[in-house]
């Protein structure tokens, strides 16, 4: 059995990994083969008896992928698992990562789901089920609920499982973009090193989402505003039709402005993509199950395509974009 070290940047020590660090210590794993390794701003502790070891690093204030490059130094493990502080794994969560990374030295890096929790709040339950619905989360659901085994050559960072000697051949994340991070670590797994990085619906963990709108919308923007940057800067997995989908759409609805106002006997015809996108993410309400929740989650799926759609041209527009900007978020 490997030994894994699990890091885990944060900010500061908070309820969220006071919640995660009892559920690693239950994995269906030999414990004395785990650390985990956690990274806040500033020193501080953590009450409670683990069967794993623990290390606290203080970092000070910078971006995660410098957080996690710390860990990696710092790390003894075999295998290094990247999570956040937010989230919280499922048992068999290690064991079923090492299973594939036995199963061939291609293996460079291991992913799974990262499902809303059951127990999340309304508001944040909203932003979950926009990233794993039909239309919301389109062909990258796979990665907020369990789906086949696939490989993948971008995956985030908060569910990332990475051979200690890869890690060590390029160099760590070594990068200031955030979020982004994970795009830039995976691209140089595929690309520089040919190796696979496996998707597993059971390396399956947890993740608290942001409250929607505000805080959801926030994440939105970012990641829409890296997306667009990237397609210049890493179009090997960001130049991709996916990505362009929801500044069609803005452009679209912008557009029915010309039969609404100049044609009318073109607006039935013109309306007729919307009728179709409303019917389908009346759909993805639908299966909710709850009335209220699968309204919101239909404003939700809206309001998102429409920002991403925005700052997705912002970034694709920009002429640099400040990699440590993160820092100052």
């Not at 030994?3 to 944060?10: F, G």
Request: charged share 25%; with cysteine; net charge positive.
């Amino acid at each position: 059995m490997k030994t894994v070290t699990i890091i885990i940047p944060v900010k500061e020590i908070n309820d969220y990994i006071r919640e995660s660090l009892p559920y690693i210590n239950k994995l269906d794993y030999d414990m004395k083969k785990v650390e985990v390794i956690v990274l806040p701003d500033k020193a501080d502790k953590i009450k409670g008896k683990f069967k794993f070891r623990m290390k606290i690093i203080p970092t000070g204030h910078i971006y995660p992928g410098e957080k996690r490059d710390i860990g990696i130094k710092a790390s003894k493990g075999e295998i290094v698992a990247f999570i956040d502080d937010d989230v919280y794994p499922e048992k068999q969560w290690l064991k079923k990562a090492v299973e594939i990374f036995e199963s061939g030295k291609e293996v460079g890096a291991v992913g799974g789901p990262a499902a809303t929790p059951p127990h999340d709040s309304f508001l944040k339950q909203v932003s979950g089920l926009v990233y794993s619905s039909f239309t919301g989360g389109g062909g990258y659901r796979y990665r907020y609920m369990a789906e086949p085994r696939r490989l993948v050559d971008d995956y985030p960072s908060c569910n990332l499982i990475i051979r200690r000697d890869v890690l060590k051949k390029i160099g760590g994340f070594n990068t200031e973009f955030w979020p982004g991070e994970d795009t830039v670590i995976c691209l140089k797994i595929v690309r520089d090193l040919k190796l696979k990085i496996v998707y597993d619906p059971e390396v399956f963990v947890y993740h608290h989402r942001r409250d929607f709108p505000a805080g959801h919308l926030k994440q939105v923007t970012s990641y829409a505003k890296h997306r667009g940057y990237f397609v210049k800067r890493f179009p090997e997995t960001s130049l991709r039709p996916g990505y362009f989908i929801p500044t069609a759409f803005d452009v679209y609805l912008l557009s029915i402005l010309y039969p609404a106002f100049l044609n009318h006997k073109l607006l039935g015809p013109w309306l007729l993509p919307l009728a179709l996108y409303l019917i389908l993410i009346s759909l993805d309400g639908i299966k909710t199950k709850s009335f209220r929740l699968g309204l919101m989650a239909m404003l939700g799926i809206f309001i998102t395509h429409m920002f991403y759609g925005v700052y997705f041209i912002k970034g694709l527009l920009s002429g640099k974009l400040k990699e440590e900007e993160a820092v100052k978020k």
